[in-house]
């Protein structure tokens, strides 16, 4: 089954926004397979976001992504990767349209609320950065 890593940032969290995001994605049928309330070392936060080493912004995304527990979380379904981007909506909130959780909570492209992988490598590569194997649950069938 097809899975992905989203994770709650920590402006999301301090915002009280956790609830409202699980329910979106359990709403749309999703599911939670692994989650877990954490603060991010600047050694993950830097392996993490190592794509964007070279942009301008990388020493305030680490600083910003360690300052505060995030909310990491794995869930499977049908075609997650694409769909939960697009309930994410566009990286920079002022871009998102309405309907979207970046659309409808956030207003800044550094506080967006919300990260989620962007393609199944990076699936497969933050997931293990994030969870390890045991962290991950299995639905049962027969429910
Ligand atoms: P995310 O999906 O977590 O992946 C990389 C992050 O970099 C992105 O969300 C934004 O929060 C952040 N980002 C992108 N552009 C900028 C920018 N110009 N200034 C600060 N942060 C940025």
Redesign the pocket.
Known sequence: MEKTYLMV?PDGVQRGLIGEIVSRFENKGYQLVGAKLMQVSKETAEKH?AE?AERP?FG??VDFITSAPVFAMVWQGEGVIATARQMMGK?NPKEALPGTIRGDFGVT??K?II??SDSPESAEREIAIFFTEEEIAAYSKLI
């Open positions: 940032k976001y964007h912004f305030e995304l990286t492209v550094g967006n990260h989620g």
